[in-house]
């Protein structure tokens, strides 16, 4: 539907150059209306959103960086935000409840995301073309015929030669959790045995004569004691783990006593039975670390609420382990693309073939060059790109020569600083955008708030990329006027800038 047919209550039309305009028109929303309407049903619930109502409203929490609450009222306030979730007419009542954004985040998968983030650049490289400015470098150029495939470049007996920058890079998304430690993991996870206790014990008040006692006011003060130090030896550090452990054992072996005598497990929610598994692995785990003296172990939980997120050791300054998800991603002519998440760690450097492979899918040719950190430069990868034609960025392996040519120093240092536009796009996400420390608690509802903060940063390079090509355009039209100007003024002075503006 164009912007001009959004009918307003009073006289008026809406502005085709608005941004939310522009991303409506950017966004392929029909395309995967099917994809996403295939799992409801015709016959049972309620009909349903659209998948750009749905779609659309997580883009404008991102965009905007509101919470689900507020996302709701500025989309009931502003007719340009109900015309970018595809309605028809303004109204001032809320077109759903604001609950509605975690349905939509739960059905929409990280994948459809990523599906709808590449056919979206296709098209914003496709528009990038049809706009003939004097600034236009030679890979926007070539990277903005991306819509012909390898099989139609074939069918045309074309060879196509290595072309473009690739960059990859990997990072670590915080998840909205507290520090871990172990003793105060161990505290969380004895209150809630206690918790279920008590459930449990409701079910057979009458058959028990006394309930089983649990020494809660003795633990917690144990744990306080320890926890209120600001200085703790290992040896006391030691001794609290030991005494929390006892408790939550004595807890556990309550709670079969309890199902032995009648109580049932049934009664327990899906929430509550989950976290007493949570609650026995995160035993089995802490008793492991504390006989063995160890301080790591395999599919670490650090979280009750969250038992999905592992420590992350990245080696980073100030930041030695991150607790969340870990993606690596790849970069290309200002556009970024979310290729491997996992909650796990995980070697980055054995993604490298298939993002190259996905960038030959995507683009219909090898890259000219590889920008990657030092992780990535293995022999394997190495020569896998050396028969490909690829370059590598980065020194060579094996001892480094006495004698280095100006140029190979020269190319090394442009290597690095293109590299750092990944490294740009990370901060731009943690520090415009959520991923800095991500609000949702499900795992797969994770991934997608992850998934649309790269299709939002696409669309934010779109736009400003936009509005410069419309600046080239209206300083061109002015150009014999710039000209007379800057052979008379200074463009450091912020009156003769001034002056300048006003005459333009």
Known sequence: MPA????????????SDNRWVIMADLIPWTEFESEYSAGFSAEIGAPAKSFRMALGALIIKEKLGISDRETVEQIKENPYLQYFIGMSSYSNKTPFDASMLVHFR?????ELVNN????????????????????????????????????????????????????????????????????????????????????LYEQIKGILE???????????????????????SQKERRKAIKKQLQ?????????????????SLKSLTNRQYKMLLVVAE???????????????????????????????????????VEFGAKLSASYFDGYAFLDHIRWDNFNESGDLKTQIESFKNYTGYYPESVHVDKIYRKRENRSWCKERGIRISGVPLGRPPKNVSKEKKK???QDERIRNCIEGKFGQAKRRFSLS??????????????????????????????????????WKNRHFLAIDITKHYDFASYRQQKLIFNLA
């Not at 001009?4 to 502005?15: A, I, M, Y």
């Not at 807890?251 to 005598?261: E, F, K, P, T």
Request: aromatic content about 6%.
């Open 437 to 474: 420390r991500v609000m949702a608690k499900l795992p797969h509802t994770t991934l997608t708030v992850i998934a649309i903060t790269f299709l939002v940063m696409n669309l934010s390079t779109h736009l400003s990329r936009f509005f410069c090509a419309f600046l080239c355009l209206f």
């Open 411 to 413: 190319q090394a240092l």
């Open 4 to 15: 001009e047919s959004f009918e307003l209550p009073f006289e008026g039309k809406l502005s």
């Open 116 to 199: 709808v983030n590449q056919e979206m650049v296709k098209k914003m490289l496709e528009l990038a073309s049809s706009i003939d400015t004097e600034k236009k470098t030679e890979d926007a150029r070539e990277l903005a015929n991306a819509a012909l495939s390898t099989e139609k470049a074939a069918e045309q007996g074309n060879t196509l030669r290595n072309r473009g920058k690739l960059i990859l890079d990997a990072t670590c998304v915080p998840s909205d959790i507290s520090y871990p430690t172990d003793l105060n993991l161990l505290n969380q996870a004895r209150k809630q045995t206690e918790r279920i206790i008590d459930l």
């Open 247 to 263: 408790y939550i054992k004595r807890n556990l072996s309550y709670i079969d006593q309890l199902i032995v005598a009648g109580a």
């Open 210 to 232: 006394k309930k089983p006692r649990t020494y809660r006011e003795i633990a917690r003060k144990d744990y306080l004691e320890v926890a209120k130090k600001r200085r703790v």
């Open 106 to 110: 739960e059905r929409i998968s990280a």
């Open 282 to 320: 995160v035993y089995r785990q802490q008793l492991w670390l504390y006989e063995n003296k160890k301080q790591s172990i395999d599919d670490r939980i650090v979280s009750l609420s969250q038992p999905h997120i592992r420590p992350i050791v990245r080696g980073k300054a100030g930041k030695a």
